[in-house]
């Protein structure tokens, strides 16, 4: 019964990834359309007395507040295009909880599933040969 629900929890958190990741320029326009908005309102009820201090001073804090989230978005995502091709640090800093180390063959083959869902079949069937050849040497399958 808790594999079935961690199963669906799994799969609708999967769900919910690849719907986050297909509309991101629709979050972003949405992230200007109402910053934006609510910028402008409350530039429009700025009290009279800022008007002799200028336009520049008022609208300055608020640009940088709709433009900043929006600008380091877009810089993370061309920075970060191929993040799961980067190399591993060689210090991990999650030392809190409990982490098994993988074995060579399951990392490179999870590694490489999540990379290409479409190729998760072709790296399982490798996985496969390995424990057969393993087994035909007389070794056992890690």
């Known amino acids: 019964m808790l594999s079935a629900i961690g199963n669906r929890l799994h799969a609708r958190s999967a769900s919910l990834l690849v719907s986050l990741e297909s509309s991101l320029d629709r979050i972003l326009q949405g992230w200007l359309l109402v910053a934006g908005l609510a910028s402008a309102a409350r530039i429009a009820t700025t009290p009279t ?15 940088l507040l709709i433009i900043a989230p929006f600008a380091s978005f877009v ?16 210090t991990r800093l999650a030392i809190v909880g409990r982490w098994a180390v993988l ?13 290409r869902p479409a190729r998760a079949e072709e790296e399982t069937t490798g996985v496969k040969d390995a424990r057969k050849q393993a087994r035909g040497n007389g070794g056992s399958p890690q």
């Not at 007395?49 to 640009?63: D, K, N, Q, R």
């Not at 810089?75 to 060689?90: E, H, I, K, S």
């Open 49 to 63: 007395w800022a008007a002799s201090h200028g336009v520049l001073p008022i609208v300055t804090p608020y640009l």
């Open 75 to 90: 810089l993370a995502l061309r920075w970060f295009r191929n993040g799961d091709t980067q190399p591993q640090p060689v």
């Open 103 to 115: 074995g060579p063959m399951i990392r490179d083959t999870v590694a490489s599933a999540m990379e």
